[in-house]
């Protein structure tokens, strides 16, 4: 039974993301006829918004003539992100200051598409609609409304932020500014010897790579602790023990006890550090650690009644992995 799960719904998802990801291919066409080039003017111009509204048409008559409830709810979904993970691509690789939200845009859709992959790999019998994670809760929704709000507030308002600084001793000197609203030619600096230098707040660039960098190792790590912990792993916290439920303390668990979530918790600040915004970087590293260290607390109250003397033996050996987070006090 949940073997056949697997094999029906995975596939269905995985047709679907591939589906929605085809949107990759109208610029790639377009620009084989040498009517536009690969750039971000396709999804802002009209021609390229055409294409998008009658790609989004064709494929939603396709998935409606083909599933009915509940695989169509699947089906729907997967496409959703498959097409978000496209649009995000186009963005990423066109000539736009918006190019770090088009890798923003691939992150979240891949995680979300990935959580529910995974899952009818390792869990088939807990698959659900909600193995998504999109509809996580109110407060993760907001969060993620939140940034893409300050991203584009942010790019829109506060085109300089600082970028470089350097203090010389000379005066009249004549520096080159790189900044918003840029200077003729090597602007000059008044009477004294500051030498400052302005870059675009969203053009970060060494800043999003960092970003990057934590969205791929915490996806890395996340999903290797699914892979590992095999059944055992549930998206909802489980308070009775399954029969087959069984201490997992190998490959990365030998590392950190709560693997899955110190990846998904450098993967969410990785999002905001990529997108340079500051506010809910700091948002999001306060709220998602207070978020870890309540559900690690209440998870290992539930794994030391399941496995008592082992766990607690583990738990003193293994770290959790999450800063200033030690998990449940046993005495
Ligand atoms: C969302 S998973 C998170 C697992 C783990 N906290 C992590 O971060 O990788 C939650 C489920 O995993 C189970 N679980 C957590 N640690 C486990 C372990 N070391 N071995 C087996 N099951 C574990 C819990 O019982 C719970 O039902």
Known sequence: MAGTKLLLEGRVSVKCFLLGLSVVLIPLIRTSFGHLDW??????ETP???????HIAVVNGLLLITYRAPLYKIAVRACFLGFTFGCGLIISF????????????????????SEYLVTAVINPRSLSLDSFLLNHSMEYTLAAVSSWVEFTVEKLTVPGGLSSFSFTPFKNVHVQVNSFPKPEHGAEIQDFSLCVSVSELKQLHWLSFLGLFMVLCGEGLRKAAMLTAGSNFNHIVQNEKARSHVLVTDGVYAYFRHPSYVGWFYWSIGTQILLCNPVCTLGYTIASWRFFRERIEEEEVSLINFFAEDYVEYKKKVPTGLPFISGIRVN
């Open 48 to 54: 390229g918004k055409i294409a998008i509204c009658m």
């Open 39 to 44: 750039v971000f003017d396709y999804l802002t």
């Open 94 to 113: 066109s000539e736009t200051t918006w190019t770090y939200f088009g890798w923003y845009m691939c992150s979240l859709s891949f995680f979300h598409y």
